[in-house]
């Protein structure tokens, strides 16, 4: 049986999958119907723009009674640069539960260069010349939150118990304030098998005795090694 109404392919203004907007094929009887579909099935806390290919809308003009909270607007008033619209579904709701729990990181977030539609934030080490930590979702073309320092890192979508957005960015927190307070530490081995990651300071010790230490990275430059002349 044909379905009554008119078929509209309909996405989120500025998301991207593989460069390409994720849309989904809707028979609605006109084109603010069929954005206000699409919304139901993948709504949202925040304000966001909906294509249907016949027209646009806001989502907050739609449901005004959701009281949806502008990203945009809260961005500016932070002083943020990043342009949301730019963003992928899954980047704007990890931006979004960022707001609500940290919304002080948003004004060192920046859109990547190369994938402007992922984000990331960045935190200068206060030790001279250390490198940097970040947080950010630009990691390949599948949806993920990585944490890191340097280029020792850890994903959230390898965190078997922790399956929510909301839950992934206390887990990042989690990780952010472990490496500030040095129980995480960036090194490099040598050797056959040579390798990088995140550890506690007793990986530094174990391989300085053992001769295989390459190179160490702590936030407050306590467990750096070499250490400077």
Not at 7 to 21: E, H
Not at 58 to 64: N, W
Not at 155 to 181: G, P
């Amino acid at each position: 049986m044909k379905k009554a109404g008119h078929l509209f392919y309909v996405y989120f203004v500025g998301d991207k999958f593989l460069d390409k907007p994720y849309s989904e094929p809707i028979f609605a009887s006109d084109s603010e119907e069929a954005a206000k579909q699409f919304f139901l099935n993948h709504p949202k806390e925040y304000n966001c723009r909906i294509d249907t290919t016949a027209g646009v809308y806001l989502a907050s003009e739609l449901f005004p009674e959701r009281k949806l909270v502008s990203l945009e607007d809260e961005l500016a008033k932070l002083g943020s640069k990043l342009i949301v619209d730019r963003l992928d579904r899954h980047s704007k709701d990890i931006l979004y539960e960022i707001f609500k729990q940290f919304p002080d990181w948003l004004i060192l977030a920046k859109n990547e260069t190369e994938w402007k539609e992922r984000f990331t934030i960045d935190w200068q080490s206060p030790y001279p010349d250390n490198p940097t930590m970040w947080v950010s979702t630009a990691w390949g073309d599948y949806q993920d939150l990585v944490v890191g320092f340097w280029d020792g890192h850890i994903h959230m979508c390898d965190q078997s118990d922790c399956l929510t957005i909301e839950c992934w960015v206390k887990r990042v927190n989690e990780y952010v304030e472990m490496i500030k307070s040095e129980k995480l530490i960036y090194y490099e081995s040598k050797g056959l098998f040579g390798g990088y990651d995140l550890s506690e300071p007793n990986i530094i010790t174990s391989l300085i005795s053992e001769g295989k230490l390459k190179k160490a990275y702590s936030w407050l430059g306590t467990y750096n090694y070499p250490k400077e002349k």
